[in-house]
């Protein structure tokens, strides 16, 4: 049973750290990419510390929810290494556990982008958010950040609990109660 035991903790330290520079390359990417207002690139090489503070947040948020997300494919590669009556093949197990990554990563990301959108919708009448990052406005980085982190920090439960619900639980017997 140690064997079992330090292979499943072998397999959460390799996910968990592969799934830690995956969010971190591709949030860093995304941002760059998807940002419209300003090129954030340029503004980081710039010093901007505005752009820099809403970046890490970014990081920060999308580590969170991913986190939360990966926690039901370590406990079914658990349950299938030390249950075998499980009733699902190691095949379906990873296809279980690659699908699963995979959907947590895209929910991080479309999370974090709209938890962003909505704010610039709802304060949209008090100035250009996007104009005030490029000048180097850090309050408007503070602030943005602070909506990135609260919002991750409300979405992380949200995504757990979405993406237990998708792992396929075993069935752990009947019980049966005498009348």
């Known amino acids: 049973m140690t064997a079992t035991y ?3 903790s072998l397999f959460d330290f390799l996910l968990t ?3 830690s520079v995956l ?5 860093y990417r995304l941002y760059i990419i998807t940002n419209s207002d300003y090129d954030a690139a340029e503004e980081l090489r710039k010093g901007n510390i505005a ?3 809403l970046l890490s947040a970014m990081l920060i ?26 009733g699902l093949s190691g095949v379906q197990v990873g296809l279980f556990a690659v699908g699963h990554v995979f959907l947590v990563f895209l929910v991080a990301v479309f999370t974090l ?16 958010w996007g104009d005030e990052l490029k000048k180097g406005n850090t309050a408007v980085g503070i602030v943005l950040a602070g909506v990135v982190l609260v ?21 752990m017997g009947q019980v049966e109660i005498m009348e």
């Open 151 to 171: 919002f991750s920090a409300f979405m992380s439960g949200g995504v757990s609990h979405l993406t237990k619900s998708l792992i396929p639980q075993p069935s």
């Open 61 to 86: 948020g999308g580590g969170m929810i991913v986190k939360e997300g990966i926690y039901p494919v370590v406990n079914l590669v658990r349950l299938k290494l030390t249950a075998p009556t499980l």
């Open 51 to 53: 752009v820099a503070v």
């Open 113 to 128: 982008s709209m938890g962003l959108r909505v704010w610039g919708r709802l304060a949209r009448g008090s100035m250009c």
């Open 17 to 19: 750290g592969g799934m």
């Open 6 to 8: 330090i292979l499943v």
């Open 23 to 27: 969010v971190i390359y591709v949030h």
